[in-house]
């Protein structure tokens, strides 16, 4: 079946500096590849998502590229922030099935 | 709006008992699904409905059932609860029907922290 490796599983950077997540994906069908924040003891939320016919997509200090030959997307953060510590999650429609996959996770520390 | 609600949040069940976990959402979406996330697994999918009236299995269905009573409703059920069910298990909604375009954000409840012993 579908599946998302996410890489690195954890990351710590200094105030200030970016972070860069990395998700790759097998099915070639997939068409929408969301990102998730989730705080410590609390519910996951989106905080971007692209679409496969769209290359990069920015909100501020948060970015994320797609590269559908190579079949990854990556999340980007920058001038990073105490309150950008978090788990992030990325996602994926496996398509015909409306079915979500998430990746297992980064664990992003941004040290003051 | 309470947007996705669960119930309970904590529970605590010994080997062998059974409960159902409910999930309702008041946006009106159509599609509807149960997660379970355990340290470093990050989510994974149990079962989702696509839409009131379907539903269908996902990553690891086993040990579970699931009822979609209506477009507000989904709820999960253990049926004899076993140790490694100890988990948090999250529900979350999204708007679309099946089969349409793939594009939309899943709304998450608050979780159910369950603990079997």
């Known amino acids: 079946g579908e599946n998302v490796e996410q890489h690195p599983s954890t990351l710590s950077v200094q105030e200030g500096d970016s972070a860069v997540i990395k998700c790759t994906y097998s099915?070639?069908?997939?068409?929408?590849f969301p990102w998730y924040k989730q705080e410590l003891g609390k519910r996951p939320q989106l905080i971007i998502d692209i679409r496969s016919n769209v290359g990069e997509k920015k909100d501020q200090r948060i970015a994320v590229t797609l590269n559908k030959t190579a079949k990854h997307f990556s999340l980007h953060i920058t001038e990073t922030q105490p309150e950008d510590s978090a788990v992030y999650f990325c996602a994926l429609i496996t398509s015909g099935t409306y079915k979500y996959i998430f990746g297992t996770g980064t664990r992003l520390k941004v040290l003051a | 709006n309470a947007g996705v609600t669960q119930t309970p949040k904590f529970q605590v069940l010994k080997t062998g008992q059974s409960m159902t976990l409910q999930c309702a959402q008041d946006m009106n979406h159509n599609s509807m699904y149960w997660y379970r996330q355990d340290p470093g697994m990050g989510l994974r999918l149990i079962y989702y409905?696509?839409?009131?009236?379907?539903?269908d299995k996902g990553e690891v269905p086993n040990g579970y059932n699931v009822s979609r009573l209506n477009k507000r409703e989904f709820s999960l059920r253990l049926e004899s609860a076993a140790p490694s069910q100890t988990s948090v298990y999250f529900c979350a909604s999204t708007p679309r029907l099946a089969g349409a375009s793939s594009t939309d954000t899943q709304y998450f409840g608050p979780g159910t922290r369950l603990t079997v012993l």
């Open positions: 099915d070639s069908a997939s068409n929408y």
């Open positions: 409905s696509a839409s009131e009236g379907t539903t």
